[in-house]
């Protein structure tokens, strides 16, 4: 059963670095930061990668919307085994208003345009923690979607998805094409070694714009502004339950 | 004109394992016993601690029985270690002759970093000699050279006062003319002009061994194998690393580099010259009160907290980059004796001063970090050049101490060994005895530039400082020597020893007694480890080895307290008890490390060995 599969890669500040709040609090400081692969982005592409090896996949092409900087992340989804990539050009004040709903609809075009049958992203990313674009994308397309996977594989022409909710795990059979969004579990992403970001180099990235696939980015979500969170402060020690009472009512919880 | 070629390197190869036991049997201290043969030996249980295969070989491990070892290896012209100043220079200026001749040249650089600059940590201020030679339009391209340096203040401090030190012209600590930057964002700079220029950069890659020819020549470096657990033992995702084979490749790892330090083992690089000498660096960023911000100062300052004998003092820099950013920071010299002083707490003591304090009052901390530099300066240059490559650098070490300026230098190095190959690695025929090119003209050419006179003028005035008065005699002896005779003396003094040789045992020091963080202009370790973004894959062996895992709790804890418990900027080594009560044992957070060699410089036993960890770890430094 050989299909082509699109992926979808989201690049952000590496999980661990401190965020600075802008001074004009408009964002945050971005200048100089650390980016990399938004690690449920790294498991789809892992993914995507052992299905193509699994025979089942006959065709891998990673897609990322962004600035110039985003070819660095197509380039590591190459390294990983992808066969070629996509990159949609979206720079400055359009890039800081990209958000899910436009990502979505340049999916949707593009899994048309390539007729790709299964699209496969991460559930979140980590920098707004949407969890909106795969499901978006299922419904712009009209696809069955098997969102937080942490299971995929093939029965016959359909896919047996083991998705993570919260009562545990619940098991689906959609037909493809479909969408789906990988969790954690879904496996553990391969390094992208020396070798094959050499290798990655010879492979080819299109590139094109919004408007070559026919979608409006324009946003409908417009930031007013970014705080940090409130500074924590120091809890009170009670000596009695009496004392701890009284406090409860006097702060007008209890 | 790279050709990708598979070689089937078998992992028994012979130049791998002799360069690895050559650099084992000599670091072997004599009296002690490598954990292998103690567990024959003797009922002894010393906890294990060291996993990593450079200490527990791989060949003899049943858990790497039919495991792939075999690794891919392409051919470059050049393959430069390390993405610095001295690094990108050499690059650059490689890639500037290709083009100017017209000649096809691969050069291939690789860094441990995830990205360039994220490992760069100075204070600093740039003399802006070598970039005028690299790029003369340095300025139209964008660099990042923001704020020029319009006061330079230097104080000796005393506990609660200052004394002004006029800054008269010809002094070595003179500024005038000079670009307060910020490091990491002009090494970033230097790699965007590399890749413009066409050199293959692969930050994330760290080069972990030294490849040599049947010849005993260097043939290139292998990268690290990724995917081992912390036990050693293979992940399923293990892999091996890749070889990268060149004509000539050079070594710019910065201070104490690890490659370096088996390559002047291996080749015998140190034999005419002085140990190096070394300091560690601390600093921090601060986005500071509007009000106090004076763009373009320099501050200097020596003394308090410190003793007379312990070399050491402050920078305070005003950048001026369009927001109130201040980079200061504290040096202290690693032959200090006492082995209960902390140079970290120094650092933090000494912002409380009342003449620095009030800088950074209402203002904010952004960023921490630490390094070491050398200060041997010229006594302890190394031969440069060997069979196959050279250093350059401040891996071979070519900081000017009293100015605290090596960038240039290093950055001059680099070039001139770009110059040196350059005519060499294009010819159609290869003129050379060995496999790997032997480029001596390197070393010529840097004994016949200003880095050489630059060097020697002020060879005399550190190890001036090793007198009864200390810090006086060395301000006085400066005074005389370099400010008036401008260096010319004949005579050259020697450093003391090693700087692992200095400490004292702990019965013959007294404790400092350090006031506690307030955690508005003092703060602890913890807090600072966390701001300097330092973060390692978690599973994977400590790549601070030890070679004898007994050493520490015997002989380091035993007789000096421990003092890396002190001395490591990020808290990476902690003697906690056993968990069956009685005794202490090393426990050693490898992830918080921010690869600043202090540890394998200043152990006492010489018993640490920083190796390398899997490429892309470390700290996450933003223009430091």
Redesign the interface.
Known sequence: FQVGLLVSVKRFF?F???I?VK?DKSGVVT????H?MNPFCEIAVEEAVKLKEKKLIKEVVAVSCGPQQAQETIRTALAMGADRGIHVQVAGKDYENLGPLQVSKIMAALAKKEEAQLVILGKQAIDDDCNQTGQMTAALLDWPQGTFASEVSFEGDKLKVVREIDGGLETITINTPAVVTADLRLN?P??A???N???AKKKKIAIMKPEDLGVDITSRVEVLRVDEPPQREAGVKVETVQDLVGKLKDSGLV | CGKISRYIVVSRSHRCIRALQTRQTEHAVPQLYTALQRRACSSLSVPRITTHYTIHSRDKDPRWEGIEMERFADEADVVIVGGGPAGLSAAIRLKQLANEHEKELRVCLVEKASQIGAHTLSGACLEPSALNELFPDWKERGAPLNTEVTEDVFSILTEKHRIPVPMLPGLPMQNHGNYIVRLGNFVRWLGEQAEELGVELYPGYAASEVLFHEDGSVKGIATNDVGIAKDGSPKDVFERGMELHAKVTLFGEGCHGHLAKQLYKQFNLRENCEPQTYAIGLKELWMIDEKKWRPGRVEHSVGWPLNRNTYGGSFLYHLNEGEPLVALGFVIGLDYSNPYLSPFREFQRWKHHPFVAPTLEGGNRIAYGARALNEGGFQSIPKLTFPGGLLIGCSPGFMNVPKIKGTHTAMKSGMLAAEAIFPQVVAEELDSETAGLHIPEYAENLKNSWVWKELRAVRNIRPSFHNYFGLYGGMVYTGIFYWILRGKEPWTLKHCGTDADQLKPAKDCTPIDYPKPDGKISFDLLSSVALSGTNHEGDQPAHLTLRDDGVPVARNLGIYDGPEQRFCPAGVYEYVPLETGDGMRLQINAQNCVHCKTCDIKDPSQNINWVVPEGGGGPAYNGM
């Open positions: 590496l661990l670095f401190e600075r001074p200048d100089g930061v650390k990399s553990t391969r390094y070694t020396l070798p970001i050499m290798k």
